[in-house]
């Protein structure tokens, strides 16, 4: 099958970090990707690792890939009040996206 | 990365009508994608469109229902055809090249509310 699961919410304070989860079952996966949602609008494209890394770092962007049991991980660093948002994983399956369920970011003060 | 420009953003429609939303791209695209989001819910893609030929559908959905054009590599239309109060939804437009490692690029949305 192709689901792509994530916990739905996770709530933190402004300043601290955060790590969002993400499982696969997918292994066959070329590229997976993190996009943020903020309310009301498009999908932003925060991040993406090919499936041979086992990490990537963006600035406060940090992913996580372990392959062996289908995990991914996005933690930023110096988590803000705009970073508040939906996180979605997506896996590469061919030329489509798998989307996972979504996590709802909440930063608060 | 490709900008995309999608319409309407927004639209309240009567059940039993139908709506055509499209996509334009600012630059020649060999990917694009037509996905739905569901109020509160992730991104299911519908179909893959494809230049100069019928659309690719995922399971559980039909030309009949959402046809789709692709006259050319930057613009494609996703039509919601008969709507009932279920169709009311978020639908975006998503594009790539094909490489991957770029990631594919997703329109605003149309925010569709059939009443």
């Known amino acids: 099958g192709e689901d792509v699961e994530q916990s739905l919410f996770l709530s933190v304070r402004e300043g601290d970090s955060s790590v969002i989860n993400c499982t696969y079952t997918?292994?066959?996966?070329?590229?997976l990707y993190w996009y943020k949602q903020e309310p009301g609008a498009g999908l932003q494209l925060l991040t993406y690792?090919?499936?041979?890394?086992d990490m990537k770092q963006d600035q406060r962007l940090t992913v996580l890939l372990n392959k062996k049991d289908k995990h991914l991980s996005l933690r930023i660093a110096d988590t803000q009040t705009g970073d508040s948002a939906i996180y979605f994983c997506?896996?590469?399956?061919?030329?489509?996206?798998?989307f996972g369920t979504g996590t709802r970011l909440q930063v608060f003060p | 990365s490709a900008v995309i420009s999608q319409k309407p953003s927004r639209d309240i429609c009567q059940r039993g009508t139908s709506l055509t939303i499209q996509c334009q791209v600012d630059?020649?695209?060999?990917?694009m994608f037509w996905y739905r989001q569901q109020p509160g819910q992730s991104l299911t893609l519908i179909a893959t469109?494809?230049?100069?030929?019928?659309?690719?559908?995922e399971s559980g959905f039909v030309i009949d229902k959402f046809p789709i054009s692709r006259p050319n590599l930057t613009f494609s239309t996703l039509t919601v055809s008969n709507m009932s109060p279920e169709d009311s939804s978020i639908y975006l437009c998503?594009?790539?090249?094909?490489?991957?490692?770029?990631?594919?690029?997703f329109g605003s949305g149309t925010r569709l509310t059939v009443v």
């Open positions: 997918d292994s066959s996966s070329t590229y």
């Open positions: 998503s594009v790539g090249d094909g490489r991957g490692q770029e990631g594919y690029t």
């Open positions: 690792i090919f499936s041979n890394m």
């Open positions: 630059s020649q695209v060999t990917m």
């Open positions: 469109a494809n230049q100069g030929s019928e659309a690719t559908y």
């Open positions: 997506a896996e590469r399956n061919t030329d489509k996206l798998i």
